[in-house]
């Protein structure tokens, strides 16, 4: 069900106003290209729209565009055919490679595994990942084989980092919400300039507010999709301003992470 919040009026990620040479787009809280149905109009620039673009459509390739097309996820190029690679090992030691139409290979998707954001264990905001990166795959399905092949492999491609600047961007979107209608709220009053420079940045390492979630705790949607999950939490400290964050699980169904985004401190007591 699509639902449209008040318009914005200004650049949630920037703050610049509309002008009549630079009108203000839409946002979509999740991507359009995981079938996100909830938009706040008038709330980007188009400067920083054009920025979360470019990582939003990688990610949505890239990551997630085997399976978004297995589904028939919504897709703003109808014409773009998404095509798998299919590696068959013999059992005479042969390799073949080959590539396979969307629907002819089971479905897969491939999630990494983050750590937890950097801010919660003291690590330096600049600190990257480590190279042992682990990824959490999800197949269903037979495979196109022949009774030959003793082994059948899929190439998946994912790059962490374009992926965290987007689950931080939904967790950002979502927040806003949060705290544009609940009461004694106001998003413009939440700074959180760290996670928005996280998402308009590729050089900025988003570890250490962006990471996973280990918690096992059902996440408990606060917003109708019956795709993805989203639920504002409030981590407490030793100090009276605990922490806002969003907990965030695409592809709910699915025994995928759980991602963790910190947008900064709040009064605890107001949450």
Known sequence: ??????????????????????????????????NG??????????RCATVTSQFELKCLREAFGLYRSQKQFRSRKKSHKQ????????????IQRAEYGANEVPKAVAFPVFPVPGILVGNDPCKDLSEDLLVKIHTSGRPPFSEQVEE????????????ARMIAKIGYGFAVTTF?????RNWRGYCFQQLRDIILSPHLKPWYLVGCDYSNALVQSEIDNRFHAIQFVTIARESERGLAAIRI???????????LVVLGEIDASNS
């Open 1 to 34: 069900m699509v639902k449209t919040y008040e318009p914005v009026n200004e650049c949630i990620y920037c703050g610049e106003l509309g002008t009549a040479g630079n009108a203000l787009t839409d946002e979509h809280i999740l991507p359009f290209g995981l």
């Open 37 to 46: 149905d909830h938009i706040l109009p008038k709330a980007s620039c188009r």
């Open 83 to 94: 095509i798998a690679e299919v590696i068959n090992r013999y059992q005479n030691g042969n």
């Open 152 to 163: 059948v492999g899929m190439k998946l491609s994912i790059t962490p980092q374009p992926l």
């Open 180 to 184: 544009s209608y609940a009461e004694n």
């Open 249 to 259: 699980k695409l592809f709910a169904d699915l025994d995928g992470p759980v991602y």
